[in-house]
C-alpha cells in the first residue's frame, strides 16, 4: 500500500493508472474503495481531489509490482499490505 | 482603438455572459493542455473530470485547426465548449466553457450507478452535491454560445458556421448543427427501404443503414443526442416488430422481439451502442422473416413440430415424444425434420432454446443457473458452455453487453 505526496499532479497520476497492467485500487480510510481502472471509479477519485483530508488520509494499493514501479513518483511513504 | 481590436475585452464580457447568463465556468489552457487561469472554484476536481472525459486530449489534438468552435462530452453527460485564440502579441490558447449537463437526467443515471457501487454514504453525497451544483444547458444553448464565442473571438459573420463535436466514445468527430435542416421526406423514404428489407426478410440492407444511422438526431424530443437517438430506435422497434409481421413471423414472436430489444435499448449510454444495437435488431428480425419463409416451405407435419418446440421449451422435449406427438416413428419424423429443414431435430430444439436463453438473459433477472434449469439445458456448465459455442461468448458476457455494460 503507498501512500501520495500531496502536491502530487492528478493528471499525470491518472495517466500513469491508465497504463498499469494490474488493477489499481484507491482506499479512503472511511470505508471506500475505488477501482482506478473503472470510468466512473476515476471520476470519483477526481472529486475527491478537492478534499485534501480524504485524499491524503487514502492509500494506493497495486495488484502487480511492476505497477507499483511505474507510480513511484507519487509516493510519499509505503506500509506493507493488509 | 477600435471594438474590432478589442479580443481580451470581447473575450472578458463573454465570460461575464457565460457566467452570469448560465453559470458557466471559464478556462484558458495552454496549446499543450496546461492550465492557465479559469474562475472555477472546484478547479482541481473539473480540470481532472476535463482530462477524465478525453476532452483535454481532444482540445491539444486542435491546436492546429483554424479557430473554430468544438463541444466536448464524456460519459457523465458533461458538456464543455472550447475555441483557440490566437491574436497577435498574444500567446496561442484555447478556452473552454463549462462544464454543464444537457439535462437533469443523467445525474439520476449516476446516483443509480452510484447505489450499485462499494463506497460509502458519505462520499456518494459528496460527489452527487458536487454534480448537482452544475448548471444545466441544453445543446442548443450551447449552440448559441459556441456563435457567441466564436464571434468575439474572430469578429466574423457566424451564419453558416460549423461546429466540432467531439464523441469520446469513438474519438470520432461529426459535425452538427450546421444550416442543413433535416430533410424528413428523404429520412422517410431510408425508414421505408429498410422496412422493406425487413419484410422480406434480405441481409442486404448494409448500404440503406449506413446512410440511416447518419440520419440527424434532431426532432426526436429528446434534451440530449442519446436520448434522441434512443427515442428514435424505439420508435423503429416497434416498426420493424411490424414490418416483420407483415413478412410472417407470428405477432408473439415479434412481440417478443421487440420487447427484448426496447429492453435494450433503454440500458445503453451511448450513440455508438445504439447504431450497433439498431444494426442487431434488424439483423434479428430479418433473420426471423427469412426463417418464418422457411417454414412456409416445409410440411405441415414439420411446422406444427416447430410451433410445438417453442410452446414447450420449458418441458423436456424427446424425439420419442415428439414423434408421438406429431402421430408418427421417431425414424420418419427426424429424417423428415432433417430433409425439410436441413437442420437435425435435436439442433433445432437446442437452437430454439439458446434463442429463448438470449431473450431471458437480456429482459429478466434471472439467475444464469435459473434460464439453465428453465431451458431443460441440466447443468449451469453444460448451458454455459453450448451457448458460447453458439454464440461466441458466454451468458454472462452477453448479459453483460445486453445491460450496456461496456463502460466499465
Not at chain 2, 125 to 143: A, D, I, N
Not at chain 2, 159 to 173: R, S, V
Not at chain 2, 272 to 292: K, P
Not at chain 2, 346 to 371: C, G, M, P, V
Request: aromatic letters at 12%; hydrophobic letters at 35%; glycine letters at 6%.
Amino acid at each position: 500500500m503507498i501512500k501520495f505526496r500531496e502536491d502530487v499532479n492528478l493528471i499525470q497520476f491518472l495517466r500513469e493508472v491508465e497504463l498499469c497492467d494490474g488493477e489499481v485500487e484507491f482506499y479512503s480510510g472511511q470505508g471506500d474503495i475505488l477501482n482506478l481502472k473503472s470510468v466512473l471509479s476515476r471520476y470519483l477519485f477526481a472529486a475527491l481531489t478537492g478534499k485534501k483530508n480524504l485524499l491524503s488520509g487514502g492509500w494506493i494499493r497495486c495488484e502487480k509490482p511492476e505497477d507499483r514501479k511505474r507510480l513511484d513518483q507519487f509516493i510519499k511513504e509505503e506500509k506493507e499490505d493488509e | 482603438m477600435s471594438v474590432q481590436d478589442c479580443v481580451e475585452e470581447r473575450l472578458l464580457v463573454y465570460l461575464g455572459i457565460a457566467y452570469h447568463g448560465y453559470g458557466l465556468w471559464t478556462w484558458y489552457f495552454s496549446e499543450e493542455g496546461e492550465l492557465y487561469y479559469t474562475n472555477c472554484p472546484h478547479e482541481k476536481e473539473l480540470q481532472t473530470f476535463f482530462y477524465l472525459g478525453k476532452c483535454l486530449d481532444y482540445a491539444v489534438s486542435q491546436k492546429d485547426q483554424p479557430e473554430i468552435p468544438f463541444l466536448m462530452s464524456d460519459s457523465l453527460g458533461l458538456v464543455w465548449l472550447g475555441e483557440y485564440v490566437a491574436h497577435p502579441g498574444m500567446e496561442r490558447r484555447f478556452m473552454v466553457v463549462g462544464p454543464a449537463f444537457q439535462d437533469r437526467s443523467s445525474i439520476f443515471g449516476i446516483s443509480d450507478e452510484l447505489a450499485r457501487m462499494n463506497i460509502t454514504q458519505n462520499l456518494q453525497r459528496e460527489y452527487l452535491g458536487m454534480l448537482r451544483e452544475l448548471p444545466v444547458v441544453s445543446l442548443q444553448q450551447f449552440h448559441s454560445l459556441a456563435k457567441s464565442l466564436h464571434y468575439v473571438n474572430c469578429f466574423v459573420d457566424t451564419g453558416n458556421l460549423e461546429i466540432k463535436l467531439q464523441n469520446f466514445e469513438t474519438d470520432k468527430e461529426r459535425k452538427v448543427w450546421g444550416s442543413k435542416p433535416v430533410d424528413y421526406e428523404q429520412a422517410n423514404h431510408r425508414e421505408k427501404m429498410l422496412l422493406q428489407f425487413v419484410r422480406d426478410g434480405n441481409p442486404g440492407y448494409g448500404d440503406v443503414f449506413d446512410i440511416f444511422s447518419r440520419f440527424e438526431e434532431e426532432g426526436y424530443h429528446g434534451q440530449s443526442p442519446v436520448r434522441n437517438v434512443k427515442n428514435r430506435t424505439l420508435i423503429f422497434a416497434d416498426q420493424c416488430a411490424h414490418a416483420a409481421m407483415d413478412g410472417g413471423v407470428p405477432v408473439n414472436t415479434a412481440k417478443e422481439i421487440e420487447k427484448e430489444f426496447i429492453g435494450r435499448i433503454e440500458r445503453q449510454r451511448t450513440v455508438t451502442a445504439l447504431t450497433n444495437l439498431c444494426r442487431e435488431m434488424i439483423d434479428t428480425f430479418i433473420s426471423q422473416v427469412a426463417r418464418h419463409q422457411t417454414d412456409m416451405e416445409m410440411s405441415k407435419t414439420v411446422r406444427e413440430c416447430c410451433t410445438y418446440i417453442k410452446s414447450h421449451l420449458s418441458e423436456p422435449l424427446t424425439l420419442k415424444g415428439l414423434a408421438r406427438q406429431m402421430g408418427y416413428t421417431e425414424y420418419y419424423l427426424t429424417r423428415k425434420f432433417q430433409k425439410e429443414t436441413g437442420t437435425k431435430l435435436l439442433d433445432y430444439i437446442k437452437e430454439t432454446r439458446l434463442d429463448y436463453a438470449r431473450i431471458l438473459l437480456s429482459t429478466t433477472n434471472l439467475s444464469i443457473q435459473q434460464i439453465s434449469e428453465k431451458l431443460q439445458f441440466g447443468t449451469r456448465n453444460y448451458f454455459t458452455r453450448i451457448f458460447k459455442e453458439y454464440m461466441g461468448i458466454s451468458p454472462m458476457e452477453y448479459r453483460r453487453r445486453a445491460w450496456g455494460g461496456q463502460e466499465e
